[in-house]
């Protein structure tokens, strides 16, 4: 991202997050501050660090506490002291320790506070207090999904006409099919023809990569062949390589770690697989639709609102191998579906996740928030 106009007639929006490590929350602020840079100057405030994306976007604007673990009231004031110096006309926060931060600050400065919820999180009733009391002092709650937007309203008891739902979307042009991709597979070592089953997501608990190494177990044992292509780093990446070893895959699957160059690797692949258990609008299923691939992913969350069963892919149940192996059977052994879902998974992307779309409700959001401020 490169450094913004300093506009004086631009209202200036203060982010706070906790860094830009590898994630989809991260790419949706990254990719909001970008294309939003015309309209709005912003502003970054990253409570722990900058982390891997942050650094290879090159930010500016930013500044890093480099918080530490634990409750630390002396950054509400250092926060207090940057929207007072920089102007401040809007803050808007990402993840619940970034909203308890920026809702108190920005309470104590008068100045408005928005935050988006990135997904649905499992929450005990201390953690429903707390963000019921920290939205009373926001003005809006942007969930990013209907399901994380009911959660709002059901389970944390915030008002309904504080909550508005903005869609996750990408730059759908940045992650188009592209012709390079035989040189990309051949690079990974995967022979022409082997159909490639590939995931994107952190080797967390929540992604459950284990159930979906199940299911490669019985794709396997059925003499299927195939490539399971696993991009993401994470605390759980020693024990899937050893899951992978002991069900005899270790020449199936293909762990890449952490990779910068996802559109490359989105564009090798014959189908797109997301064996989470929870999710909010998923950023990598969105960007595997534009790049015309089919999906198999688990009926979680706000997955189903990406994912038109049967029709752009396949919604299984979570938690379960055996029917996450039968539909990548079924779309591994044939490519016409592949193509018709892929080619429709695409249409769906541009009319309805686009990260342009996505701007301008966020910047008509920033306007309304700050006129009736």
Request: aromatic residues 4%; glycine residues 8%; proline residues 2%.
């Amino acid at each position: 991202m490169s450094e913004q106009s300093t506009d004086s007639t631009k209202k200036i929006i203060l982010h706070i997050v906790i860094s830009f490590a590898t994630g989809g929350l991260e790419r949706v602020v990254l990719d909001l501050i970008q294309f939003s840079g015309d309209r709005f100057n912003h502003r970054v405030v990253c409570l722990e660090r900058i982390g891997d994306l942050g650094e290879a976007r090159r930010l500016k604007n930013v500044v890093c506490f480099e918080m530490k673990q634990g409750l630390h009231l002396k950054y509400v004031l250092d926060l207090c002291a940057i929207i007072k110096a920089g102007r401040i006309d809007l803050i808007h926060t990402h993840n619940e320790k970034a909203l308890f931060y920026g809702a108190i600050s920005g309470f104590m400065c008068g100045i408005p506070v928005v935050h988006t919820k990135h997904g649905k999180n499992r929450v005990n009733l201390k953690a429903r207090l707390r963000n019921n009391l920290l939205a009373r002092l926001c003005k809006r709650i942007i969930a990013v999904s209907r399901d994380a937007a009911a959660q709002c309203i059901r389970e944390e008891k915030i008002p309904p006409a504080k909550v508005m739902v903005v869609l996750n979307g990408v730059d759908i042009e940045a992650y188009s099919a592209r012709k390079d991709a035989a040189m990309n597979r051949l690079s990974l070592g995967i022979d022409a023809g082997v159909p490639i089953v590939g995931i994107v997501a952190r080797l967390a608990e929540v992604k459950d990569h284990a159930t979906l190494f199940q299911a490669c177990n019985i794709v396997n044992e059925k003499q299927i062949d195939f490539r399971l292509v696993v991009i993401g780093d994470g605390p759980l990446k020693g024990s899937l390589e050893k899951l992978s070893v002991s069900l005899g895959l270790h020449n199936k699957i293909l762990f890449t770690g952490t990779r910068h160059d996802i559109a490359d690797l989105l564009n090798i692949m014959d189908i797109f697989v997301l064996s989470s258990i929870s999710e909010g609008i998923s950023m990598t299923l969105i960007e595997a639709m534009s790049c015309s691939l089919p999906i198999v992913a688990t009926n979680v969350g706000g997955n189903p609102e990406v994912i038109i069963d049967g029709k752009t892919g396949f919604l299984v149940p979570s938690q379960n191998a055996a029917a996450l192996a039968d539909k990548l059977v079924l779309l591994i052994q044939n490519p016409d579906m592949r193509k018709r879902m892929g080619d429709a998974g695409r249409d769906r992307a541009v009319n309805n996740f686009s990260m342009q779309n996505a701007v301008l409700s966020y910047e008509e959001c920033y306007r309304q928030v700050i006129e009736n401020k």
